[in-house]
């Protein structure tokens, strides 16, 4: 063990003996990105509400998804993790949430298809409401407002009035996340997320594009494998496997006080486990580790994750691993690197060095939309398609080119036809953007981009 880890561990250490965790210790720590709540007798009774009402996630599910990422991190299984920047209350709607699995689930096919592993399904979802902010303020038409903090914690309308935190949106957010997994449930175990119906997952704007008919070839020998099957004489109706998926939630753990609200005892093992998401990851301006939101995610036992930004040294990527995973469970701890596709050849493998010469057994995920963010000539926040994929080639060569696993990716999309990432077979172009561009916060692929990028990750797996 290098003389770092050392340090880091000693240093973790000393954080750890400094107050026994609990969900509340941390409040000893400063915390970053955290509302002004004007009432604070009004949060107090909100999060004293949420702590009553039931868990939204079963303990049991968080535990299996560590096992599903344990394999991943083992390179038996590849992460897709997807979903919102930023989920809205105003457009949430039953055929919003299951046109978002529709392409999911698509992506996962073209996945496990091409590379003959399986896909560990986690959506940012049911409870992707805050937003952590790099200014306090915004400027919309001219006018200066507190920024837009996710519809947990305000309002994305243009007025003073719809800026000030309520914290009667952290019940709304409670309320819409059960919402969303009863939906998630059904559709996942329902029937719709049956093998034989690979066909209905694509979505009519997809279906009659070129990466929406390569999709159909696929399902198309989907079901010839089955009749195959079925043909030998296996009982498919018998295969639980065919029939349903597991599919999972996570969401940036950044409103400290809903989810210490949420945190409960894990019956079985007696363990703390937050119950708002099978998987909480800490963002990029709240992951120091001495902070709170690291405190916080330290522990509990569900899988966690850390962005990764460009400005992370192998020191400080160690001092979070020891102080997030001391006990080096694997699957519990998920890497997830952004940091531009210009700079990722550079800057990514001293940083797989440095952990794998710790032995922190961690999956390691690409995040190839944070660091490549950029404004168009209108004004408009976006990304390029062909910067979303050079992140990822990027993040496999820097793996090849170190010897380990390049273990998943972590996207924003929607299974809207919006128009707010530039590029992609349609080569959407800047002045298009205007079209449909409906996100309350960052610039997410369409579904037929998803679908276009999952191909082309597939075919990096495979090679
Ligand atoms: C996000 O995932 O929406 C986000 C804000 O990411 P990051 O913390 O990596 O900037
Ligand atoms: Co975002």
Same mark, same amino acid.
């Given at each position: 063990?290098?003389?770092?880890?050392?340090?880091?561990?000693?240093?973790?250490?000393?954080?750890?003996?400094?107050?026994?965790? @609990?969900?509340?210790?941390?409040?000893?720590? #400063?915390?970053?990105?955290?509302?002004?709540?004007?009432?604070?007798?009004?949060?107090?009774?909100?999060?004293?509400?949420?702590?009553?009402?039931?868990?939204?996630?079963?303990?049991?599910?968080? @535990?299996?998804?560590?096992?599903?990422?344990?394999?991943?991190?083992?390179?038996?299984?590849?992460?897709?993790?997807?979903?919102?920047?930023?989920?809205?209350?105003?457009?949430?709607?039953?055929?919003?949430?299951?046109?978002?699995?529709?392409?999911?689930?698509?992506?996962?096919?073209?996945?496990?298809?091409?590379?003959?592993? #399986?896909? !560990?399904?986690?959506?940012?979802?049911?409870?992707?409401?805050?937003?952590?902010?790099?200014?306090?303020?915004?400027? !919309?038409?001219?006018?200066?407002?507190?920024?837009?903090?996710?519809?947990?914690?305000? &309002?994305?309308?243009?007025?003073?009035?719809?800026?000030?935190?309520?914290?009667?949106?952290?019940?709304?957010?409670?309320?819409?996340?059960?919402?969303?997994?009863?939906?998630?449930?059904?559709?996942?175990?329902?029937?719709?997320?049956?093998?034989?119906?690979?066909?209905?997952?694509?979505?009519?704007?997809?279906?009659?594009?070129?990466?929406?008919?390569?999709?159909?070839?696929?399902?198309?020998?989907?079901?010839?494998?089955?009749?195959?099957?079925?043909? &030998?004489? !296996?009982? +498919?109706?018998?295969?639980? %496997?065919?029939?349903?998926?597991?599919?999972? /939630?996570?969401?940036?753990?950044?409103?400290?006080?809903?989810?210490?609200?949420?945190?409960?005892?894990?019956?079985?093992?007696?363990?703390?486990?937050?119950?708002?998401? @099978?998987?909480?990851?800490?963002?990029?301006?709240?992951?120091?580790?001495?902070?709170?939101?690291?405190?916080?995610?330290?522990?509990?036992?569900?899988?966690?994750?850390?962005?990764?930004?460009?400005?992370?040294? #192998?020191?400080?990527?160690?001092?979070?691993?020891?102080?997030?995973?001391?006990?080096?469970?694997?699957?519990?701890?998920?890497?997830?690197?952004?940091?531009? @596709?210009?700079?990722?050849?550079? +800057?990514?493998?001293?940083?797989?060095?440095?952990?794998? %010469?710790?032995?922190?057994?961690?999956?390691?995920?690409?995040?190839?939309?944070?660091?490549?963010?950029? /404004?168009?000539?209108?004004?408009?926040?976006?990304?390029?398609?062909?910067?979303?994929?050079?992140?990822?080639?990027?993040?496999?060569?820097?793996?090849?080119?170190?010897?380990?696993?390049?273990?998943?990716?972590?996207?924003?999309? /929607?299974?809207?036809?919006?128009?707010? &990432?530039?590029?992609?077979?349609?080569?959407?172009?800047?002045?298009?953007?205007?079209?449909?561009?409906? /996100?309350? &916060?960052?610039?997410?692929?369409?579904?037929?981009?998803?679908?276009?990028?999952?191909?082309?990750?597939?075919?990096?797996?495979?090679?």
């Amino acid at each position: 063990m290098g003389q770092t880890t050392r340090t880091a561990e000693n240093q973790a250490g000393t954080a750890r003996s400094r107050h026994a965790w @609990h969900p509340s210790s941390w409040k000893e720590l #400063p915390a970053l990105q955290q509302p002004d709540w004007p009432d604070k007798l009004a949060l107090e009774r909100a999060t004293g509400r949420l702590a009553s009402l039931p868990a939204l996630v079963k303990s049991a599910e968080v @535990h299996q998804l560590r096992t599903e990422l344990a394999r991943v991190a083992d390179g038996n299984a590849f992460l897709l993790q997807a979903g919102d920047c930023s989920e809205s209350f105003d457009e949430f709607s039953a055929r919003a949430v299951r046109d978002k699995l529709k392409v999911i689930l698509q992506m996962a096919v073209a996945l496990t298809y091409a590379a003959g592993l #399986p896909v !560990v399904k986690v959506g940012r979802i049911a409870g992707q409401f805050a937003k952590p902010r790099t200014s306090e303020t915004e400027n !919309v038409n001219g006018t200066t407002l507190p920024s837009f903090r996710g519809h947990m914690v305000n &309002c994305d309308l243009p007025d003073q009035a719809s800026r000030v935190p309520d914290p009667e949106r952290l019940t709304t957010a409670y309320n819409q996340s059960s919402a969303t997994l009863a939906l998630i449930g059904a559709f996942s175990k329902g029937g719709f997320a049956d093998l034989s119906h690979v066909h209905s997952w694509n979505l009519e704007f997809v279906a009659s594009s070129k990466e929406g008919k390569r999709y159909n070839r696929i399902a198309n020998e989907i079901d010839q494998a089955l009749r195959f099957i079925s043909a &030998c004489g !296996v009982e +498919l109706n018998a295969e639980e %496997e065919l029939h349903r998926v597991n599919f999972y /939630t996570s969401h940036e753990a950044l409103i400290l006080p809903y989810e210490e609200a949420l945190t409960r005892v894990d019956p079985f093992s007696g363990s703390w486990y937050d119950s708002s998401a @099978h998987m909480l990851w800490v963002g990029e301006r709240t992951r120091q580790p001495e902070g709170a939101h690291v405190e916080f995610l330290s522990g509990i036992t569900n899988p966690i994750g850390v962005k990764i930004g460009p400005a992370t040294s #192998p020191d400080q990527l160690i001092a979070l691993c020891s102080r997030l995973d001391p006990e080096r469970t694997p699957g519990h701890l998920t890497l997830i690197t952004r940091i531009g @596709h210009s700079k990722v050849r550079e +800057l990514l493998p001293p940083l797989l060095e440095a952990v794998r %010469e710790e032995g922190f057994p961690v999956v390691w995920a690409c995040d190839p939309m944070h660091a490549n963010t950029i /404004t168009s000539t209108s004004g408009r926040k976006t990304r390029k398609f062909d910067d979303i994929l050079a992140e990822i080639r990027g993040f496999f060569k820097a793996h090849q080119e170190v010897g380990t696993r390049p273990g998943g990716v972590h996207i924003e999309l /929607t299974g809207d036809n919006v128009t707010e &990432c530039i590029g992609g077979l349609d080569d959407l172009a800047e002045d298009q953007l205007h079209l449909r561009y409906t /996100t309350t &916060c960052d610039p997410r692929l369409n579904a037929r981009q998803s679908i276009e990028l999952a191909f082309q990750v597939s075919e990096l797996l495979r090679s």
